[in-house]
């Protein structure tokens, strides 16, 4: 089993920077895909950012280049680094953990981008 506890939301303005956090207990941290999805309002969660247990990360296109993706097994903790942000990356967080056959969700934490 593995406990996800997101943090780190809150409202900023566009252009502003936010880091997500996503702490981690309960098994193995560094052996799980670490991924963040989000889902705007009245539209599905969408994967935009995973960094494998390897280290290595992808992006979302809507991402790329303004959100980095980071692990620190140490502490047992993903970020989400966000910069430059948009009105349109208003959204609810969310922190996933795989490792097949397992998948686990955090309980999301909201960002808002607006002026």
């Known amino acids: 089993q593995v406990q996800l506890v997101e943090s780190g939301g809150g409202l900023v303005q566009p252009g502003g920077s936010l880091r997500l956090s996503c702490a981690a207990s309960g098994s193995i941290f560094s052996n799980y895909h670490m991924k963040w999805y989000r889902q705007p309002p009245g539209k599905q969660r969408e994967l935009i950012a995973i960094?494998?247990?390897?280290?290595?990360?992808n992006y979302a296109d809507s991402v790329k280049g303004r959100f980095t993706i980071s692990r620190d097994n140490a502490k047992n903790t993903v970020y989400l680094q966000m910069n430059s942000l948009k009105p349109e990356d208003t959204a609810v967080y969310y922190c996933?953990?795989?490792?097949?056959?397992?998948?686990?969700w955090g309980q999301g934490t909201q960002v808002t981008v607006s002026s």
């Open positions: 960094i494998f247990s390897t280290g290595s990360t």
């Open positions: 996933n953990a795989e490792q097949f056959p397992n998948i686990y």
